[in-house]
């Protein structure tokens, strides 16, 4: 793995961390790991050893300042976003949190977005009301069909984590008019073949936003990919059939595909932005290029810390995500065959939806785009 950006030398003066990293304006998206530790053992999980280490009320503290101090500075909104492990483990740090942020964010007068992403085994309906009176959007992670989510997602020590997780989504489900939510869906070998009966399932079962992440770090042979572009081919047409039934769902990364095609009249994949829009606190207090880039916080990627800032900016990749290619090529400037031959795939298939869909096309109204978060 070629090294990232140890975090070496102290930074600048507490206050002026954010001046050279965070561009102006815009959303400035900071991610809160609360804990390392998780009650799944999903296969393709990059988040590292499920060490029982929690955020102190210190860090957190200190994490919820840096947030609003750098937002303040670069005169940003604030998107606050909680992860773990699974960050319901700490639903009490997360209230109390986000229950902070919303009186600070009036004070300061910063606009304010929470969001939590959950494998939602925790979720209950009480905590889905606690988490909407707050205003905390929650992006739940589901692989779809209860085969493809064993597959991939069972539960530390062994065993399924379908009832549960299928509980709290039903949860979601029933207050959804109230407090709408995202559902996480990663794609892996392991279950890439159930994937368009997966999200025909989901929509069915009344998901409206649904981001499929891809494994990026699994081994996709020929007959792995043959299926993936077999399947992405068949979501698009659940989409194009939801449409046609008078029903707006958000398949990512359809939708950006779209978009993309509408607005340059073709796919173009930006890069993640590391560290630019994007900055994650570790349970330690250690800053991180983004939430997914944390992994077991042993300081290789950090980028500083909230007690002295940004100290290195890392480079924006030309294609894709840092991470994802780390996990495929090792650097995270150079984008792998897998993404890539994804992304080609992407753009293939949009450019026959947005046929089909004809005039409608230039109709499609395409909310602001939400960052994804980790599965
Ligand atoms: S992917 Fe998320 S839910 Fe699964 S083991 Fe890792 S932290 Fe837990």
Not at 61 to 74: I, N, P, Q, S, V
Not at 247 to 271: F, H, M, N
Request: net charge negative; charged share 20%; glycine share 10%.
């Amino acid at each position: 793995m070629a090294p990232l950006v140890p975090l070496r030398v102290r930074g600048p003066a507490r206050g002026d961390e954010a001046s050279a990293v965070v561009p102006r304006g815009g959303v400035l998206e900071v991610g809160v790991v609360l804990t390392h530790a998780c009650n799944l053992a999903c296969v393709y999980c990059y988040t590292g050893d499920k060490k029982r280490v929690r955020m102190s009320e210190a860090v957190a503290d200190a994490a919820l300042d840096f947030a609003f101090r750098t937002a303040a500075a670069r005169g940003s909104r604030l998107q606050l976003g909680f992860f773990g492990g699974e960050p319901l483990l700490e639903r009490t740090l997360l209230l109390d949190l986000a229950a902070r942020a919303r009186a600070r964010a009036e004070a300061d007068a910063i606009g304010l977005t929470l969001q939590v992403t959950t494998n939602g085994t925790l979720l209950t309906p009480t905590l889905v009301e606690q988490l909407g009176a707050l205003q905390v959007h929650v992006a739940l992670s589901i692989d779809g069909t209860q085969a493809q989510h064993e597959a991939g997602r069972p539960l530390a020590g062994g065993g399924s984590s379908w009832e549960a997780t299928r509980a709290g989504l039903d949860a979601l489900v029933a207050a959804r008019d109230r407090f709408p939510f995202d559902v996480i869906a990663v794609i892996d070998p392991c279950n890439v073949a159930g994937l368009a009966d997966g999200v025909l399932e989901l929509v069915d079962a009344g998901v409206e936003s649904l981001t499929l992440n891809m494994n990026w770090g699994a081994r996709w042979d020929d007959a792995a990919w043959s299926q993936l572009e077999d399947q992405l081919e068949r979501v698009a047409a659940v989409f194009l059939a939801a449409l046609r039934d008078g029903r707006w769902i958000r398949i990512q990364p359809l939708e950006s595909a779209l978009r993309s095609q509408l607005e340059r009249g073709e796919v173009v994949t930006a890069g993640c932005s590391p560290a630019g829009r994007r900055l994650a606190v570790a349970p330690s207090g250690r800053l991180y290029a983004c939430a997914r880039a944390v992994g077991e916080d042993d300081g290789r990627a950090s980028i500083g810390h909230v007690d002295h800032g940004v100290v290195v900016t890392p480079a924006d990749p030309a294609h894709g995500c840092s991470c994802a290619n780390v996990e495929e090529t090792g650097d995270a400037a150079i984008a792998g065959q897998t993404r890539i031959r994804h992304d080609r795939a992407l753009a293939s298939i949009t450019g026959r939806l947005a046929v089909r869909l004809g005039k409608e096309f230039a109709h499609i109204s395409v909310i602001e785009q939400r960052p994804t978060p980790s599965p």
